[in-house]
């Protein structure tokens, strides 16, 4: 439903990538032909962080071996190759998700994106507001507006802000199935509601959210929409544009990109009307003794040297998804997602949480097995090379929703197999049998 | 024996199950760090392992016995792993008569084991049922859900001594 097609790619009759193609894709990932324990590895944590295409590995590469430099600064040849190479790595990046050039910033991650709008709404609140910069600042009465099944990355941000400023932090609860209750949400949402932020597809639940809806309440009161496409953004064709959403933030090592480098989208005037947050060189115009001006964004939001050679990574990734094809790519895993939640609720004792089979889910199941902890589980499973993510996923307040204070986690990518799937499904079948827990207790 | 089997023995997976000691929940709250009975102390601490947010909450109690002071009882209260709760459920039938020495010098070779990365032998004389958990130590990621038990009863020992010493100074 929220699967926006973005014009440029949104050829109607497009398909699944089939395991053929699967199979291709996979010789250009080195760290996939590795065994761990004598077997095959099975890499179901692509929702933690992805791998890296040959592609990607030699863009950083040659970046370093030909135009290594420092970007817009110095006149030198190996400067303007490698601002050049900085800017087109922003372009690039900035069409993967629709969006101008200078509406994307880099940032170290979601996270780092996520505390940059936070710290930056607080500096105007404390007066750091030039012009228009005002309808940024937060006082006692103001409302953030959160979800239940928020990352820690887009929670505590709010949190601390709210208590910088005085301003109040909401949330719209979830149902017991882990939707967000949208009732809740039409009630939540105020004149007071100053921010809403919200994950596109929850890190737990592989479910996707109503972005259309969320948005069309916020812009009835007027408060600014924050999307964390985290998890987002590696498995759907996007487009903030056609989202409409004020801002969106991503992480580069969850798209088949390198550590270390992500981005901020935020709509043109707003990011110029905004106070910087992290100061200092290649962000300015003219600095005094006395005080500075600041450069318009994306500049304005990226003091100090950047992550050049990441960034120019991450294009490839943005490139090499390109290639394949989102769509193709999203309803691939939207199969291998209902691969996984059909096979894991089919097993006695295993409870998937979020969507169930037949409803909408991207290709990542997180799930709990009766009478063993997520923990148990994963070691379970790694010893048949099979790795997948387990805890709380930096999701607490979702996991004392659901009652549980950990889960199992499987996910998905363009190079998962349709038999790595089976192979998770048939391991966590034999868990109970090994940990000798009875039928007794079905769920907990 | 595969290395997964190593790991979770069956001695291991039936204190997971059974749980020895693991009943603080249903007793009262008890004053710690002040002189209980005799020349004894109680200890109470709580310890969490934020990475996989395995906790537990365990009390030791600390009493005469003949010769000198000893571990009386060990309750605890806990969530978590096998490994997590079998190694608090062998702890807790273990210490009771061992003095605090004694106690302290076996919490200090479990974790010069653990952390070992499976290169020390573990004293089976000294570790009784512990010593079943000597395979965690190949397991880098386990070995907190290991020492979880461990590190709040060094804690509490130490707390339930200062009340003794609080005891002594009266």
């Known amino acids: 439903m929220t699967m926006v097609s973005t014009p440029a790619r949104g050829d109607a009759q497009v398909s699944a990538l089939d395991d053929d193609e699967v199979r291709r894709i996979r010789n250009d990932f080195p760290v996939l032909e590795q065994e761990i324990n004598g077997k095959p590895l099975v890499y179901l944590d692509s929702g933690a962080t992805s791998q890296n295409p040959r592609s990607v590995l030699e863009a950083e590469q040659e970046f370093y071996e030909q135009r290594n430099s420092a970007v817009h600064r110095g006149a030198h040849h190996l400067a303007v190759e490698a601002t050049d190479a900085f800017e087109e790595a922003r372009a690039t990046v900035a069409r993967f998700v629709g969006v101008q050039d200078d509406e994307l910033i880099w940032t170290a991650n979601a996270t780092a994106g996520l505390n940059l709008l936070a710290y930056s709404f607080s500096n105007a609140s404390v007066g750091r507001a030039a012009g228009d910069a005002g309808r940024f600042a937060l006082k006692p009465g103001d409302e953030v507006l959160v979800t239940e099944m928020e990352h820690h990355a887009n929670l505590i941000p709010w949190q601390e802000l709210c208590r910088r400023t005085g301003a109040s932090l909401k949330y719209i609860p979830l149902d017991d199935a882990g939707a967000l209750r949208l009732e809740e949400a039409a009630r939540l949402m105020t004149a007071r509601t100053r921010i809403l932020a919200f994950t596109h597809t929850s890190n737990v639940l592989g479910n996707i959210n109503p972005v259309d809806v969320l948005v069309r309440m916020a812009r009835e009161v007027g408060a600014l929409v924050v999307l964390d496409a985290c998890q987002s953004a590696p498995h759907l064709p996007l487009d903030f544009k056609a989202l409409d959403v004020d801002f969106a933030v991503f992480s580069g090592h969850k798209m088949l990109g390198p550590t270390g480098i992500g981005a901020v989208y935020g709509r043109s005037e707003l990011l110029n009307a905004m106070p910087p947050f992290l100061t200092g060189g290649s962000m300015i115009t003219t600095v005094t003794m006395e005080e500075a001006h600041y450069l318009p964004a994306p500049q304005r939001f990226e003091a100090g040297t950047q992550a050049i050679s990441q960034a120019v990574a991450l294009a490839a990734a943005a490139n090499y998804l390109s290639e394949t094809g989102m769509h193709r790519i999203a309803l691939r895993e939207a199969e291998l997602g209902q691969r996984l939640v059909t096979g894991l609720s089919a097993i006695d004792g295993v409870r998937v949480l979020g969507p169930g089979p037949g409803e909408e889910r991207t290709g990542l199941a997180a799930f709990d097995v009766a009478g063993v902890h997520a923990h148990d589980v994963g070691q379970y499973l790694d010893d048949l090379g099979i790795a997948v993510r387990v805890g709380h996923h930096c999701a607490q307040p979702l996991h004392r929703r659901l009652g549980l204070s950990a889960s199992t986690r499987a996910s998905t990518y363009l190079y998962t197999t349709s038999e790595e799937v089976d192979l998770l499904v048939e391991a966590v079948a034999q868990i109970r049998p090994y940990f000798g827990v009875t039928a007794a207790g079905a769920t907990s | ?170």
């Open chain 2, 1 to 170: 024996m595969s290395g997964l089997d190593s790991l979770y023995q069956q001695l291991i997976l039936e204190h997971s199950k059974t749980r020895s000691g693991g009943d603080l929940a249903k007793l009262p709250a008890a004053a710690t760090g002040t002189p209980g009975p005799g020349q004894g102390g109680t200890g109470q601490s709580h310890q969490l392992n934020p990475i996989c947010g395995d906790e537990i909450t365990l009390r030791l109690s600390l009493g005469t016995d003949g010769d000198g002071q000893a571990v009386t009882e060990i309750h605890w209260d806990g969530d978590g792993c096998a490994i997590s709760m079998a190694s608090a459920s062998i702890l807790s039938e273990m210490a009771p008569g061992m003095s605090p020495t004694s106690l302290r010098h076996t919490i200090d070779h479990f974790r010069e084991l653990m952390r070992s990365r499976g290169k020390l032998e573990a004293d089976e004389e000294l570790l009784q049922d512990a010593a079943a958990l000597a395979g965690v130590a190949k397991y880098p990621a386990r070995v907190k859900c290991a020492m979880l038990a461990w590190v709040a009863a060094e804690d509490a020992l130490r707390q339930a001594e200062a009340g003794q010493g609080v005891s002594q100074a009266l």
